[in-house]
């Protein structure tokens, strides 16, 4: 199987995505993958995106977002300060260095 990687062409401010190619992908796996695309109502790049992005560990800002949500209810239940000093503060204290 050989996976190519080619940066998009952006003429705007928007941001740059990369385009995957497949090719030699077995019939077998093919087949599968345009039956969960059809099970899920998407087409068959938005189906192997989002089984991608699960395989590489689900999407980045969710992870993040769960990670803030765990170490508030962290702080929380521990009766301090959620974040002490704030991350504005913080940016504020380095931009004056």
Known sequence: MQVNCMPLSVSSAAALMATLQI????DPLHQMLQLRARQHHRSLSQQ???DLQQACGGDGRERRRQALADLQALA???GTPVF???PEELIREDRAR
């Not at 090719?23 to 077995?26: A, E, N, Q, T």
């Open 48 to 50: 192997a995106l989002s």
């Open 23 to 26: 090719r030699d992908l077995p």
């Open 84 to 86: 002490d000093p704030s």
């Open 76 to 78: 929380l239940a521990a």
